[in-house]
């Protein structure tokens, strides 16, 4: 059976391709219209579909449109009910339900050769739970959804057996963890539906001393949801004009915002384990991308493993959607691996710097050539292989750095051009990590936070966060041998057995994704040495 699994109402549009219940492709759409997040989550751009990266899925499997069985599209308008009915204030939503039923069209007219019939809607937290459940190393397991909203919900705890899901509880809308911190988000002065990471680097920063007043609008309510009503922010502390100067109260807004987050995360998770006895957890939705909040559920929870979809956000529900669908027919593979993206071969990229006159060299082996640069304290950017499927670099479109510095997290933010506070992630072999870092492990796809060991903090000061904690990616070497072959260089040269890792790209850009796109960021940011597949460009060379 052959799966089209399409993202496309909200945010981050996406698409993925499963060919006979294995995942073959799977890509966001900003990386293909270089506009990030694809497009904003509003009612008049809900017509809006993942041309570009649906095309992409096909042409990798070498099909067109009518060798498809089915499109499956994360989100069910038959489901949802108008926006006031559900306490949102959201006047254009009607505008939203009406592109999601006539999505079949929509999509017929932008693959042609696809009849409109193809088409079967999914439940957004179904495709959501399908992304961690069925994509998930794990046939049996509990999964947990939560995001900012679906048809008419924001959360979904259930258990897959055999890969079948049975939905155990939702939440209803208006209450909503997403939106509870989608909203302090833009309080802040950060971008809506998309900084929510920054308000969690600044929690660091800040202690929990508005919590009491936090639980008055969200908590648990005692039967397996919670409440989450809109909190008057600006009562509590001033706004935070976009660009403007954080102050203490801001980051003690953000420390109690997170405190009451994870509360509740808990308190859900407890209350899932108690009805599945699941051994594992799988989670998806936005919230799922709140690495701290995932290992203090790691930490305190019951579960004794937890997975989390690296794409984790909307964009995974264009797999789960696909997944769902194909599972009706037959047995779905797990996701074997994040890089699901575009790739180039030697001679493409070779034919690329070509066409660029740009001068480059062809190392014996471009890892040792890396970490030697590395070991001198150059940045190097290094694109190799096929890109990641979902919001983190996890070596494959990567900005690298020597983690010994203590400086280079100011050095990479004034590259990216980013927020001060925001820290930078250490990439270790699988085998080391448990030497320097306390937390879940294995940990692939940078999902977790992880205490970095006292006699080790000193040594790669670059990569803890003020918290003395760190984002670390763990690297097997069976399944990333030229990420490990650089990591083994660089140890061999320094000591060290960490690199920084932090994602290809400029504040307000998507990820780097294929060659142009690299050469392009080169060109613009002060790269010392750009590892594209074997080959090094160095800025020396190029801007001589």
């Known amino acids: 059976m052959r799966v089209l699994g399409i993202n496309a109402l909200f945010h981050d549009p996406a698409a993925a391709l499963v060919v006979d219940g294995r995942i073959v492709a799977a890509a966001e759409e900003e990386r293909f219209s ?148 989608e909203d302090l988000t833009q309080h802040l002065g950060f971008l809506r539906s998309s900084d929510e990471f920054k308000v969690m680097a600044l929690a660091s920063y800040g202690e929990p001393r508005f919590l009491g007043r936090l639980r008055e609008y969200v908590h648990l309510d005692g039967r397996g949801g919670f409440r989450a009503r809109p909190v008057p922010w600006a009562s509590l502390v001033p706004p935070r004009p976009a660009g403007g100067p954080w102050s203490q109260d801001h980051a003690d807004i953000a420390a109690s915002a997170q405190a009451c987050l994870e509360e509740v995360l808990l308190g859900l998770v407890r209350w899932l384990h108690d009805r599945t006895g699941e051994d594992v957890l799988t989670l998806a939705g ?144 699988t085998e080391r990590a448990a030497e320097l870092f306390d937390g879940p492990l294995p940990s692939p796809y940078m999902l977790f936070v992880h205490h970095v060991a006292d006699e080790w903090r000193e040594r790669i000061p670059a990569v803890v966060h003020v918290d003395g904690t760190a984002r670390i990616q763990t690297v097997d070497r069976t399944q990333e041998p030229l990420v490990a072959r650089m990591i083994d260089g660089f140890e061999r040269r320094t000591g060290l057995p960490v690199v920084v890792n932090t994602s290809l790209n400029t504040a307000g850009r998507p990820m780097v994704d294929d060659p142009r796109d690299a050469l392009e960021c080169f060109g613009s940011a002060p790269v010392d040495l750009l590892a594209l597949g074997p080959f090094a460009i160095r800025r020396k060379k190029v801007f001589a």
């Not at 926006?83 to 079949?104: S, T, V």
């Not at 690296?310 to 264009?318: E, K, L, Q, V």
Request: with cysteine; net charge negative; hydrophobic share 40%.
């Open 286 to 429: 936005g919230v799922a991308l709140n690495c701290v909040a995932n290992t203090r559920m790691y930490r305190e929870g019951p579960f004794e493993r937890i997975w989390v979809q690296p794409a984790a956000g909307d964009a995974g529900t264009a797999l789960g959607a696909a997944l769902h669908v194909a599972h009706q027919k037959e047995t779905v593979e797990a996701m074997p691996t994040a890089a699901l993206g575009r790739g180039w071969s030697d001679d493409e990229l070779r034919a690329r710097l070509e066409r660029a006159a740009v001068p480059y060299e062809e190392p014996d082996d471009i890892a040792e050539a890396v970490a030697e640069e590395l070991a001198r304290d150059g940045i190097v950017a290094w694109f190799q292989g096929r890109s990641e499927y979902g919001p983190r670099a996890l070596g494959h479109r990567s900005l690298l750095a020597h983690p010994g510095r203590a400086g280079n997290l100011e050095r990479l933010n004034a590259v990216k051009g980013r927020e001060e506070f925001r820290p930078v992630a250490p990439m270790v072999l």
């Open 34 to 181: 270089r506009r990030k997040h694809g497009k904003r989550p509003v009612p008049f751009s809900a017509w809006e579909l993942p041309e570009l990266s649906a095309r992409w899925c096909l042409d990798q499997a070498g099909l067109t449109p009518s060798d498809l069985d089915a499109v499956a599209y994360s989100y069910d308008p038959e489901l949802a009910r108008p926006a006031d009915r559900m306490g949102l204030n959201d006047p254009w939503d009607h505008l939203r339900q009406e592109y999601a039923r006539r999505a079949p069209e929509f999509l017929a007219e932008a693959l042609p050769g696809l009849g409109p019939e193809k088409v079967r809607f999914v439940a957004h937290h179904v495709a959501h739970a399908a992304s961690a459940g069925q994509a998930s190393p794990y046939p049996d397991c509990a999964v947990l959804v939560l995001d900012g909203r679906g048809e008419c919900g924001s959360h979904l705890a259930g258990r897959y057996v055999n890969r079948e899901l049975t939905v155990l509880g939702s939440q209803s809308l208006p209450d909503s963890m997403g939106l509870f911190y």
